[in-house]
């Protein structure tokens, strides 16, 4: 699900701006998420699943016409390699706060709490791009 909504994003992201795609699809993504922990069916759960998949293929195209269009030629790998290095340092957060909110709450919290991070990261971009007339 993943590999098809980078395909699609990227035709979607040549159309919209982009930071309402990064700040929506990461909005979008995180209630797919708590809706996950939510689930209490099987056929539920691997649903939500792939809606989450589908939705979080929207941020990598939205990221490439936010970093091209902000910084000079000159300056684009550098800030192209922080872009790529704060992928693994999410990913290595991720679990730590899944897991801690898991081993503390229950198995569902450890959807929840992620999917709360990602909703306030997502307001944050977006009130911050001006895309206050959602809010």
């Not at 994003?9 to 930071?19: K, Q």
């Not at 909110?101 to 909703?119: D, E, N, Q």
Request: aromatic residues 16%.
């Amino acid at each position: 699900m993943y590999g098809v909504s980078k395909f699609a994003s990227g035709v979607l992201g040549a159309r919209t701006h982009p930071t309402l795609l990064l700040g929506g699809g990461l909005a979008a993504t995180a209630l797919a998420n708590i809706c996950v922990g939510a689930s209490s069916s099987f056929p539920l759960f691997m649903l939500f699943w792939g809606i989450n998949g589908l939705l979080q293929g929207l941020g990598a195209p939205a990221c490439a016409r936010i970093l091209t269009s902000w910084y000079p030629e000159a300056l684009r790998g550098t800030f192209w390699g922080f872009w790529t290095a704060s992928n693994n340092v999410g990913g290595f957060f991720a679990p730590i706060l899944a897991g801690s909110a898991a081993a503390a709450y229950g198995w569902r919290w450890g959807m929840f709490a992620p999917g709360l991070v990602a909703i306030v990261s997502s307001l944050v971009s977006l009130l911050d791009s001006g895309f206050t007339v959602f809010f």
